[in-house]
Nanobody, 121 residues
């Protein structure tokens, strides 16, 4: 199971950090990704991280502003979001993929419940 948290109301330019905590002993064998879904829009890829944390991947819209990281000793993946914009407002979901594929929602086997990030201008 995955549990995402850290969302809330943030001012534009803010830098919140989302966390995704996982249960189970095999967390380190999964790629973990973050997706987001804004009202009326499809779920979109935000960032992903490889099993060891060496590989990180970002959507162009967040590259240079967001940083994904993981601590396998704590079974947790983080998403640091810097320089937030109102268009970053969405429900953010974390997900785990058993394979080395990460850009599509269908690549993922497990999903967290989502955490809402609202960016005010």
């Amino acid at each position: 199971q995955l549990q995402a948290c850290g969302g809330g109301l943030v001012q534009a330019g803010g830098s919140p950090r989302l966390s995704c905590a996982a249960s189970g002993r095999t967390f380190g064998t999964y790629y973990v990704g973050w997706f987001r879904q804004a009202p009326g829009k499809e779920r979109e890829f935000v960032a992903a991280i490889s099993r060891s944390g060496v590989g990180t991947y970002y959507a162009d819209s967040v590259k240079g502003r967001f940083t994904i990281s993981r601590d396998n000793t704590k079974n947790t993946v983080y998403l640091r979001m810097n320089s937030l914009k109102p268009e970053d407002t969405a429900v953010y979901y974390c997900a785990a993929s058993p394979q080395a594929a990460y850009r599509l929602p269908t690549d993922y086997e497990y999903w967290g419940q989502g955490t809402l990030v609202t960016v005010s201008s």
